[in-house]
């Protein structure tokens, strides 16, 4: 066993250009927020410990590109994941009808038994939302998927 935590997770950050992953990534990493947007090349990760009953946790992140030239790069990682996190940006429909393919991308790379969330980025911009909570969340939650 590692001193330095208990346990270790892996965990992946997918979905469209431009949703916010990497702000994601950097608010719960470092809390810290970037207004201007820069796109990410490949992939990039960090990692947070949490503390969570009395047990330390290691979080190891990866900000996957969103971009369709860097899926071959970025499929590999899906491998030995624990949990996907997988992104939308509540203000752009497009995004959100995509996650259906973001989810055939974990049924294809990633283990059979591995946690998915979904996550509706830039929530704060309600007069551009165009998913609601509830549609995501019937969405997610259907049998379909």
Not at 5 to 32: E, H, N, P, Q, T
Not at 82 to 103: A, C, M, R
Not at 109 to 127: C, F, M, P, R, W
Not at 134 to 142: D, G, L, P, Q, R
Request: glycine share 6%; with cysteine.
């Amino acid at each position: 066993m590692n001193p330095e935590y208990d346990y270790l997770f892996k965990l992946l950050l997918i979905g469209d250009s431009g949703v916010g992953k990497s702000c994601l990534l950097l608010r719960f990493a470092d809390d810290s927020y970037l207004e201007s947007y820069i796109s990410t090349i490949g992939v990039d990760f960090k990692i947070r410990t949490v503390e969570q009953d009395e047990k330390t946790i290691k979080l190891q992140i990866w900000d996957t590109a969103g971009q369709e030239r860097f899926r071959t790069i970025t499929s590999s990682y899906y491998r030995g994941a624990h949990g996907i996190i997988i992104v939308y940006d509540v203000t752009d429909e497009e995004s959100f009808n995509n996650v259906k393919q973001w989810l055939s991308e974990i049924d294809r790379y990633a283990s059979e038994n591995v946690n998915k969330l979904l996550v509706g980025n830039k929530s704060d911009l309600t007069a551009n939302r165009v998913v609601s909570y509830e549609t995501a969340k019937v969405y997610f939650i259907s049998p379909a998927t």
